[in-house]
């Protein structure tokens, strides 16, 4: 049954079971594939084979914003606070995510669930603009951290965010 987003039973049908899933330059996957996802699978390895990175990956893509890195981090028992330039805090923040820590590489994870619900996400680095500093003590005014953050859903459900680093930290827009 396909049903409009606008429609009040979206969210009822707005879920679906992950049938395989695609990763790809995302932490120590330079490509995974997932072909034959079932009801309920066992993911088994070695230490630092890549099991959470996987899980990452999966609730990566499933999520709706990049809030959920801090959380990522938080889990793996990572401090979420960091200070310094923009270059500064968007390396510290966002190269980990990036295979072998290659930023200029797009991370991809493509879920597909039925031929109606499916998600594409993507993690990419666009240059950013050199701000000089401003002001006798060197502040300077929030600027975009070169990372972004893309979401495509089904219905042509599509967000794209750009963290903002400011004096006062890390703030995502609203969505």
């Not at 707005?14 to 072909?35: H, K, T």
């Not at 990452?56 to 028992?77: D, T």
């Amino acid at each position: 049954m396909s049903v409009p987003p606008s429609d009040p039973r979206y969210r009822a049908t707005g879920y679906c079971m992950i049938r395989s899933a695609e990763i790809q330059n995302f932490r120590r996957f330079g490509e995974a594939r997932l072909p034959e996802c079932r009801r309920i699978n066992v993911v088994v390895g070695a230490n630092g084979s890549g099991k959470t990175a996987l899980l990452e990956a999966l609730f990566l893509a499933g999520a709706a914003s990049p809030e959920v890195v801090f959380r990522m981090r938080q889990w793996r028992g990572l401090d979420a606070a960091v200070s310094g330039t923009t270059a500064a805090v968007s390396e510290a923040l966002w190269r980990d995510l990036f295979n072998n820590l290659d930023a200029r590489k797009v991370i991809a994870v493509d879920l597909r669930g039925d031929d109606v619900h499916s998600r594409e996400f993507r993690i990419f680095h666009q240059p950013a603009e050199q701000v000089l500093p401003l002001g006798a003590n060197g502040d300077t005014p929030p600027q975009q951290a070169p990372v972004v953050f893309q979401w495509r859903g089904p219905y042509g459900r599509n967000v794209t965010v750009s963290p903002v680093v400011g004096p006062n930290g890390v703030h995502i827009p609203p969505l």
